[in-house]
């Protein structure tokens, strides 16, 4: 017998929480032809635009292979385009193309029909108390986190 009961712990209500929520997307972003991983990097390059693929990684929470696995399959659907950085010739940078910013409003119009149903769910006091204690888990998961 474990010394604390699954129902107890959080990061199990957490984890079945983000993988509903990952389920839905997935089934909703299907028609669109992308994966939630390939919605989220759209996402954030379609308001970051010439972002590296190491920002873009740490910014989906995923690793930086993963993302460069991300990247080559949305630039082999011709949705992005990555050329040297201006200055850091090392450097990528990636941006939409105007395929990309089609398939981008499509998959986003009915991800956000998914946020704004799950957000319909809370009154906008219960919203800005979830956050803020969703905030608080992060603050503490970030802090208890060995070095």
């Not at 983000?18 to 919605?39: C, D, R």
């Not at 990309?100 to 409003?105: D, N, P, S, T, Y």
């Amino acid at each position: 017998m474990t010394s604390m009961p699954v129902h107890e712990r959080l990061g199990s209500h957490l984890k079945r929480a983000e993988q509903a929520l990952n389920a839905t997307k997935h089934a909703v972003l299907k028609p669109s032809g992308l994966t939630v991983s390939q919605y989220a990097a759209l996402l954030y390059l379609s308001e970051n635009p010439g972002i590296s693929a190491a920002a873009l990684a740490r910014a989906c929470g995923v690793t930086p292979p993963t993302m460069n696995t991300v990247l080559k399959n949305l630039q082999e659907r011709r949705l992005i385009e990555r050329s040297p950085h201006e200055w850091h010739k090392n450097v990528l940078e990636t941006r939409l193309t105007g395929k990309g910013r089609e398939v981008m409003a499509d998959a986003d119009a009915r991800a956000v029909r998914v946020e704004r149903g799950l957000a319909a769910e809370f009154t906008a006091e219960e919203r800005e108390t979830l956050v803020a204690l969703l905030a608080r888990c992060i603050d503490f998961l970030d802090s208890a986190r060995p070095s």
